[in-house]
DNA sequence: TATGAATGAGCTTTCATTCAT
DNA sequence: TATGAATGAAAGCTCATTCAT
């Protein structure tokens, strides 16, 4: 057995856990998923888990962590393919690939609605710092830096809080309706 | 004793339990307050807990739709006796002093982040029909109120996640640099 | 109001705690029925309760008696009204009405099938001590009168056993199949 | 240490919880043995009484069933013993044993005399289904098995009712009086 | 690494009983 | 007699965590 092989049967276990704390935390909600149900449903030993985590807290941040990430590179992904109409439509069409991800999965829009913010946007970016500052100056279009990163932190807030209320709760209305009012939004914080 | 006395001894009760409650709830999180804590800090029997509330989460949405109404209810009398300077800056104002509120009491915005809602806003401008008719002609400036309502929703989850975000995780700044931007971005959202 | 009424007014509370307590205890068990259901079905306040019974045992013994004497007077009224065919027939009669009255009501056989007595067959005959007498003697055909009392028992225990088997849990057959063989084994006992 | 020492560990504190349950249950009677006592007569944890049963329920019936069985396992081996003075008296025998039985052990009596039937005692017979057939057809005297088999659960249903009147209520007479009619009794249902 | 039996503190909830009215 | 709010002991049950294997 090669030496990667062997690390990713290490490993194995651990994703296993992770996996199935997911499908558990967004079925049910993470405090009412006991660590009992995690490893029996990963197909592990409950000793198992506590190899790898400190608590259900600490996966539980790991999962959030790595989701909120998972959707903004692939809302950044996607908007990278979707060629933008003009410079500075880049933030809207992101902002439009994370509420249709949401809207294909509410579940995991209720595990990490509220943990959307720059940090993960900047970490999302990744990469070779080059690269980053030139889409972050692309995206900013200019403006300070500083100010820019407020500027999307509170767009992500809005998007992720509205897609809340009008996917979950559908609250004031639901999310075909609050859409185009959302976009507008973010058009216009951005502007 | 007369009924209207034996009444008002009843609800003493279950207000120091609410009252023991919502001290216990901001401390400490709603999950890892025990109902013994909280008959313990009211002074009463445990029974008694069971008396006006089924379990710990019917007491804990009691204090959301309570509190979260009273913020609203505060900013809006408060907004009344700042003289808006011109038409149309009273919603900010409320949004000034829902910011506000939260910055003096994190601990009740930690609460009630996630529960301020138009519905909630609606309820606070209570009263006759005729007035809330005319507050919520005058806050509309003139658009039609279904589109309204969509707006007051979307700056109030602006206020309440960014609020949230700055006091609370002071994430991607503290609210005094947080908040110019989001008076801002109010006053775009309703312009 | 005469006297006999304000008595009977006076009663009027404790019969409908004892009929609410029955309907409750055939329904769900005596051990699962809290005093709380039964006041509430009761229409009284549970300090009622306790002042009519010490506890929920007492309310359960003064109902299994009054049940338990209950069948079995009706049975023998039954029995009176069917001639039977020839002397000695009558005990057979009986415990075929006690059968057929706990067909109709197995929840009645599941509250008091473990309290058929001859203590409570001789209330039942109840009356004055002559016509008692008589009854007896006509019942025992001559035999002494100590060993048919242990005789009668007997036939009792088989009778109510037997039916809370085959009409209950249908073990070994049902009551259709099994009552032949019991009324025929009735006949054997007080041959 | 092997898998087998291991798995007799386990078996160790199952055994345990049952024993003490079982002789809390006949001194207090089982709803008012509190799983508390049980696990620290049986000097285990509470958790570990949840490991191995559901509920007070389930080490009921489970206790029910094994002693009931354990009771015409031991009636039937001390009647091989006790060499039957004629054919067709084995039956009587094992209820002379079973009654003996239960007058030396009355708190075993008061718990299970509900559940004797000819499902345990046809289990009871248990072993190779040769003999069991055998032995069937010697005690059923060539009678048609299944004409038996509701003979044989009537009988033990008298058997066991009149012992828990006559040992536990001494009602209408004491044992002593009842069981020679009782064995009487037997000896004509099964004629 | 991996296991899973065992633990026991701690939680929620029930409910018989009291007593001031 | 009658009430029913209040009580608080006691019960059932969960579950994160440990540790010998």
Chains 1, 2, 3, 4 share one sequence.
Not at 120 to 144: C, I, T, Y
Request: hydrophobic share 45%; glycine share 6%.
């Amino acid at each position: 057995m090669l030496p990667s092989a062997l690390d990713q049967k290490k490993k194995r276990k651990k994703e296993l856990l992770l996996s199935a704390a997911f499908d558990l935390f967004v079925e049910k909600g993470p405090s009412s998923t006991a660590i009992d149900e995690i490893v029996r449903r990963a197909g592990v030993a409950k000793g198992t888990f506590y190899l790898y985590f400190r608590d259900r807290n600490e996966i539980l941040n790991h999962l959030i962590a790595e989701k909120s990430a998972l959707v903004i590179r692939e809302a950044d992904a996607a908007a990278l393919k979707r060629a933008p109409s003009c410079a500075g439509e880049e933030l809207l069409i992101i902002d439009d690939e994370v509420v249709e991800r949401f809207r294909r999965d509410p579940k995991l829009l209720a595990l990490i609605y509220k943990n959307l913010s720059w940090g993960l946007f900047a970490k999302a970016l990744g990469g070779g710092d080059e690269g980053k500052r030139d889409l972050v100056e692309r995206l900013s279009g200019g403006r300070p830096l500083e100010e820019f990163v407020k500027v999307v932190s509170m767009v992500l807030e809005l998007v992720s809080s509205v897609s809340y209320s009008a996917i979950i709760l559908e609250e004031p209305a639901g999310i075909e309706e609050m859409k185009p009012l959302l976009i507008e939004s973010v058009r216009r914080l951005i502007a």
